[in-house]
């Protein structure tokens, strides 16, 4: 396994609820990034923390939003839940870059969320 | 366990039989290149990347190419076994702004025949 794990395993919502999903990332990874996976589909990029900080953002609205905490273990929020927010939310942390070693990432087994 | 390929493409092989599964990427810029096992209710699995300044990458029976020319990908799976049956995606991955933002391939579902 990798060492990520997420929670909770699954969650129902209505739409317009807000949810906050939760990861713990491998000991020692300062970089977590949430990945949202509609189902027969590829992983699509949401966000990255670096140092507790947001430092890339793909193409999703500002009511994803999320925090890391200097533990390392990090929430994705995800405010005013639409139909289309159904899927499987994946986080996957990783060291920083450096040249002398690897930035592989780890993934968590994911959140499957249902919004009704 | 949810089904994590409904409508992707399959590649169906015979046990023992060698898989090749192909990609094609998109961004010049991606910097390296990686391969990803998803099995039915986990997430995605690393299996093995390769840097794009290299063309053959070889792993314990699986072996990846990379061909830039035509922008295209492939991962070799060596005497297939029951076990690698599940939903292989390849990803992009390119340094922008100081974050690295992994891009998805749409996946290809591999069943093995026993």
């Known amino acids: 396994e990798t060492g990520v794990t997420q929670s909770p395993t699954h969650l129902i919502k209505t739409r317009g609820q807000q949810v906050t999903l939760r990861c713990s990332s491998q000991s020692g990874h300062n970089t977590v990034s949430w990945y949202q996976q509609a189902l027969g589909q590829g992983p699509q990029f949401i966000f990255q923390y670096y140092r507790e900080e947001e430092n890339g953002r793909g193409n999703f609205p500002p009511r994803f939003s999320g925090l890391q905490f200097p533990n390392y273990s990090s929430e994705l929020n995800v405010n005013a839940l639409e139909l289309d927010d159904s899927a499987l939310y994946l986080c996957a942390s990783s060291l920083a870059w450096t040249s002398a070693r690897t930035d592989t990432q780890y993934f968590g087994p994911g959140t499957r969320l249902t919004v009704l | ?114």
């Open chain 2, 1 to 114: 366990g949810e089904s994590v390929g409904l409508h992707l493409p399959t590649l169906s092989v015979q046990e023992g039989d060698n898989s090749i599964i192909n990609c094609a990427y998109s961004n010049s810029a991606s910097d390296y290149f990686i391969w990803y096992k998803q099995e039915s209710g986990k997430g995605p699995q690393f299996i093995i990347d390769i840097r794009s300044n290299m063309d053959k990458r070889q792993g314990q029976r699986v072996t990846v190419l990379l061909n830039k020319t035509v922008k295209h990908l492939s991962l070799q799976i060596a005497a297939t076994q029951p076990g690698d049956s599940a939903v292989y995606f390849c990803a992009e991955r390119e340094r922008s702004g100081g974050y690295q933002k992994v891009t998805f391939g749409i996946g290809t579902k591999l069943q093995v025949i026993p």
